[in-house]
């Protein structure tokens, strides 16, 4: 197991709070950034989250090209506001629309690699309510200061200390630390080392993320770190400690609805890579109970765990960005 | 002078345009808590905050006010303070999320006085935007230990001890957009306390009630003759005291102020207060305590003052109606320190003092461009030839 990673690839965000330095390095790489906002129901955090990171990281410093709001059709105020603060807002479903539209988070994440420019994507859940610019440019800075980086996760509340002995107790939150972390420890222990594999914020190129499948769920976080870590290996991938993140505490349920998505995911992915073999399918209704009136009625969730293929498989997309098949074989054999 | 004023109404679009930093630093400064005597934390923002924004120079007095220095075109002239309080009125540590829509934010302390300082963080660069020089170093200070007890510890030390004259000041406020204060009543603040020991709990089957002295103190406070000139009041602003619901409350105190025109009649006031507390503490043989928590003395600009005139005058060209009343807050620190100074609001609201206090953003736009206004009349020479009233 590599073991340095830990220490090699993890960063605070005030590595980076150089801004002027980034926006050279930017300018030095010529490269576009994206800033992608998921989007549902997100109207009492929206419009902080635009007017903070316009504010910092487009009018201030250019290091943000767009910021861009993929929205899962909110019924709330959501994409009128975002539109009123400058963000250019799609609905998920017009986006390529002669594909079958799916609901759910991964989706919007990889439709808007059609919709943006830029070469570097970062992708932050919309429902922080503690934003700060920190939360873009603490993901930018390892992967324009280091060559060899090409994603980058969020971790927060600094749960350990590094090169000091001291190890705090807690990591991620309560899926991570109940269902993903003891998976990786029995099949993929270096990918332990991510403190919080499920933070929803990450950046990368999008090289990387053009060429992996995205689950429409909450299994996309998950499946994300296993295709990156099988395709390039974990020296592409750092983390960074983004400090504090205040969001929406989720009840037990909707975690468990979570843990479902996320067990599914990582199943296929494991059957796909050949390392375990199933003699039934896996059922996708996650069944969870309710007393009503003294008894007890299940209530069930469809959750079919559809998935999206690399987008650079669609002609669509190919086309768009004129990338021919050719290009894409060199790349499968590289 | 006219012909400055006469751009005002143009400059609003213009500071429109940078609608997302000056969000931003509201936002940013007020999300982060400071209670007043623990305001290290957002005067640490609030420098980091000017320091982006380029300012020559950026440090804190000997108090630890922080405060921004813009140099001025004329080393000769004396500055310009620009002053907002960094402290809120919230005395805990409460975790503070601030909610944007369409044209309001939400949020614990935005009107007193987040928006004020997030504003005041943000006129560098609005400076810049619009172009604007100077003659007078501008100084933009964010004054700790304003609030209750604190009692404008922060805004006196800073101009008692700075080490010129000053020119002139402005003291901006989160509302209301059209406040035009330029003249401070006296003022006492002062806490009652009763406290009755467990010992006589134990002793007497009739122990006294700290809520019921408290009740005959307010009655006999209530009864003293306030006089209509000089024009003075007594408010009774806090109370607190019991433990449940079903015993005798022990521990009791109550809040007030007493404001006049003449600072003699606030202390004839609360002579008489005092008398009422040892009559009552002689009485119910508890232990009835007075402490006076701040006070301010009388102090005033005319309204024919060239500041006050040209104030008002701009607020007009701007579609503002401005109007007038006593404030005691900063001003009248100024104003007692023979500064000639007002205070303006930026921009309307609800729910001051409430959790979910809720600004406008649309005004607050025309309330900068009047800060701007007020600013230049200064430096223009409006505070330089007439004393002080």
Known sequence: MNNNWLEKNTFHYSDFKDLGRLVEEKAKKDLKISLCLPTLNEEKT???????????????????????????????????????????????????????????????????????????????????????????????????????????????????????????????????????????????????????????????????????????????????????????????????????????NQDTKALGRMAFSILKTFINRKIRLGLIDLRDELFDEMIQYNLVNNKYQPDIFKIEGHERPPIIEIPEYREKFKIDREHIQKLQEA | MDKFFEQLPGFVDEIKTLKEIIITNIVLIGQTPAPTFREKKRSKVFMERLAEFQVDEVTTDGYRNPIGIIRGTDAGKPPIFILAHLDTFYERDLAINYVIKKNTITGAGILDNSLGVGVLTSLPAIFKKLDLRFESDIVLAGTIQSIGKGNLRGVRHLLKTWPTPIRGGICIEGIELGRLNYYSDGMIRGEIGCSISDERGKLEEYTPNAIIILNEVINQIMSLRMPQRPRSRIVIGKISGGANHGKIAHEGGIGFEIHSDSYKMVKKTFGDIRDIIEGLGHEYEVDLNLRTISNLRASRLKYTHPLVKNAAAILKTLGIKPFSKSTESALSIFLSNKIPAVTLGITHGVGHYKEKATMEIEPMYQGIAQIIGVIKAIDSGVCDEQQLA
């Open chain 1, 46 to 248: 929206i419009a902080k989250e635009i007017i903070i990171l316009k504010s910092e990281l487009m009018t201030r410093y250019a290091l943000l090209d767009e910021i861009v709001v993929v929205d899962s059709g909110s019924t709330d105020k959501t994409t009128e506001i975002a539109r009123a603060y400058g963000a250019d807002v799609y609905d998920a479903a017009e986006i390529l629309p002669q594909l079958e539209p799916y609901k759910g988070k991964g989706e919007n994440l990889w439709k808007a690699l059609y919709i943006t420019q830029g070469d570097i994507i970062i992708y932050l859940d919309a429902d922080i309510k503690n934003i700060h610019h920190r939360f873009a440019y603490g993901l930018l800075g390892p992967l324009l200061m280091d060559d060899h980086i090409k994603f980058v996760k969020a971790f927060y509340d600094r749960p350990i200390s590094i090169g000091k002995n001291k190890m705090r107790p807690t990591g991620g939150g309560r899926v991570t630390e109940l269902v993903i972390r003891p998976l990786f420890s029995l099949f993929f222990p270096e990918l332990t080392q991510l403190i919080q594999p499920l933070s929803g914020e990450y950046a990368g190129f999008r090289e990387v993320f053009e060429r992996i499948p995205f689950p429409i769920g909450y299994g996309v976080e998950t499946s994300m770190n296993m295709d990156i870590y099988e395709k390039w290996g974990l020296d592409v991938i750092a983390q960074v400690d983004l400090d504090r993140r205040i969001h929406r």
